[in-house]
């Protein structure tokens, strides 16, 4: 086993060994977040299939088109123990009955957590571009992501232009608070999260009468369906603030890090030169 493959593998979960000759395994990844990063680094004859959820445009985390150029799978162990890989890479909430299965089978299981912010993210793709034993992919997407960072952010601050004050509001009023990928990234595009600074964490709720009473300058919008608003979202008593822009946001792009950044990035960014 190379000594890279290794030290990719000690900072993951316990899982049993690799093959030998597994300097560059076949992997099988069944998360769209990881998906979207082992497309970038692995090669395409190594990567033996990607999550479905990839092939959905409604939960895929990186271009549909490329995601249907390789197999998918739903994470059944049938249908990973077909694929035949040395490695399985998935979230942190795969089910005790598919790690025990694994396990029998000698199938390494690299499970990767929610980045909560952009340099977790970076280290998570160098982890996985380690493991696929590419490790110059993995800094190649690294420079990508901080490139689409450094065009996006905004110009050197001062108290005349101060950060655009902003909430990420889900369908029903939840929204993403301290210690998450998106309050990172608001904060390098120019922006200050209106949920972080109330104190709110992830996934809390934040009710229309609150919003209502003390507005912010930006509602990103990453409700349900094609507008990417839902009834609460689309209220018209939002639409009657005055000095309140609401905007699409969409829901793929709020919680994959990897090459997702750099959408995400460059979609904040837009939206911060929108506002007045």
Known sequence: MGAALA?????CAPAPPLPPAALHPAIVSINPC???ILAEVAEPGQLRALSAWSRDPAASSMDVARARRFAATTGTVEEIAALRPDVVVS????????RAALARL???????PIAPDVAAS???VRQLARLAGQ???GEALVGRIEAALAAAAPPPQNPVRPPVSAVVWQAGGIVPGKGTLITDLLRRTGFTSLSAARGLGQADYLPLERMLADPPQVILAAGEGPSGEDRMLAHPALAALPGTHRVAYAPSLLWCGGPTIIRAATRLAEVRRSVP
């Open 34 to 36: 990881t998906d979207a």
């Open 91 to 98: 979230g942190t909430f795969t089910p005790p009955a598919t």
């Open 7 to 11: 030290s990719s593998l000690i900072a």
């Open 135 to 137: 490790p110059q992919r």
């Open 122 to 124: 970076e280290a998570q």
């Open 106 to 112: 000698g199938i390494a299981l690299v499970e990767v």
